[in-house]
């Protein structure tokens, strides 16, 4: 379930908002570059130790890039605790 399939197209923004208030600095950064329709179609945002940030959207899994696109390729994306990357 989606952010707006729970509070709709309106309630949306504010939604989106308060999730990325409580995310950290280099995370909010670069999720706020995605287009609101795509943080609007979110289903989870993964945040593992020692793993990359990873994003749920319509079934897709994907990865956040360090400029704030998200990548199926493991070696473009960001590290979520802002340390070095891991090869997989």
Not at 11 to 35: E, F, K
Request: hydrophobic letters at 40%; glycine letters at 8%; a positive charge.
């Amino acid at each position: 379930m989606n952010v707006i399939s729970m509070v709709g197209q309106k309630g949306a923004t504010q939604v989106i908002d308060d999730i990325l208030r409580i995310l950290p600095d280099t995370v909010r950064r670069r999720l706020s570059l995605l287009p609101a329709v795509e943080l609007a179609a979110m289903e989870e945002i993964r945040l593992r130790a020692e793993r990359p940030l990873e994003c749920v959207a319509g079934g897709r899994t994907w990865f956040l890039s360090e400029r704030g696109h998200g990548v199926q390729d493991l070696r473009k994306r960001y590290f979520s605790h802002g340390k070095r990357r891991h090869s997989f």
